[in-house]
């Protein structure tokens, strides 16, 4: 049996017979607030293990490194071992959230460019945002990996405003991580869902993402199997 090596907020790590390769199980935990929020949301593991799964495979077609070896089950996929780099990074197209709040934008304005941001992962402190200096200053990354990430986290961002472009579905913002793999090179980690991302129906403008949840405003599932759905549709 694989041997429980990590639990996160939303996934348990196991380490499989092979040294460099994790088996990363999709709970149906659902946090808002930094965590202190944390319920069970029926078939959300699922779903979001299906969705990352197409994603990530469908990134691989524009060459952008990353975890992910295969989807074994509905709940579960392997991925390649890494050093996780305790960064969130987000890039955002349309202000909301907390670029929002902090600038006082309009909901949903178009930005003139996509944004980078970077945030130290620390539930405690409120995983504050961070510059590049303060990363360098940290030992949380040098300017080469930083500059790397940015490079990358934009280059996910167009392939992913493309595909969600096919399925009427417009990326507001959304999070990635990044790890170190064995050789040394930066690589997409994690997970890419709607837990992660912002996600909205370009016509109605209806959130397809957990901001349902993170503003109560009912059955957040509605919107992730339509995304579920509209990604299996186009990505056959
Ligand atoms: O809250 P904020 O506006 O900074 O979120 C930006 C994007 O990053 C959203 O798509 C959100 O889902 C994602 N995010 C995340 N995990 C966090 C913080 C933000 O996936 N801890």
Request: aromatic share 6%; proline share 2%; hydrophobic share 35%.
């Amino acid at each position: 049996m694989d041997k429980l090596v990590d639990s996160g907020k939303t996934k348990q790590l196991f380490q499989t017979k092979d040294k460099n390769v994790l088996k990363v199980h999709y709970t149906n935990h659902t946090t808002a607030g930094d965590g202190k929020r944390n319920e069970q949301i029926e078939n959300k593991g699922a779903v979001n293990n299906q969705i990352s799964s197409l994603i990530f495979q469908y990134l691989n077609k524009f060459d952008i490194p990353n975890h992910f070896i295969e989807q074994t089950s509905n709940t579960d996929q392997l991925n390649k071992k890494v050093n996780m780099i305790p960064l969130e990074v987000v890039v955002r197209n349309l202000s909301s959230g907390h670029f929002q709040k902090r600038f006082g934008t309009n909901n949903l304005q178009q930005l003139s460019k996509p944004v980078v941001e970077f945030f130290m992962k620390n539930d405690e402190l409120h995983d504050p945002m961070v510059n590049d200096l303060d990363v360098q200053a940290l030992n949380i990354a040098n300017e080469h990996q930083l500059s790397k990430m940015r490079d990358l986290a934009l280059k996910i961002n167009i392939a992913l405003i493309n595909l969600f472009k096919e399925i009427n579905i417009t990326l507001v913002d959304f999070k990635v991580e990044f790890g170190i793999d064995e050789s040394n090179h930066i690589i997409l980690a994690d997970e890419i869902s709607p837990d992660s991302c912002r996600l909205i129906d370009t016509d109605t403008k209806e959130s397809l993402d957990k901001d349902v949840f993170r503003k109560n405003e009912g059955n957040m599932m509605k919107g992730y199997y339509k995304v579920l759905h509209k990604l299996q549709k186009e990505l056959a």
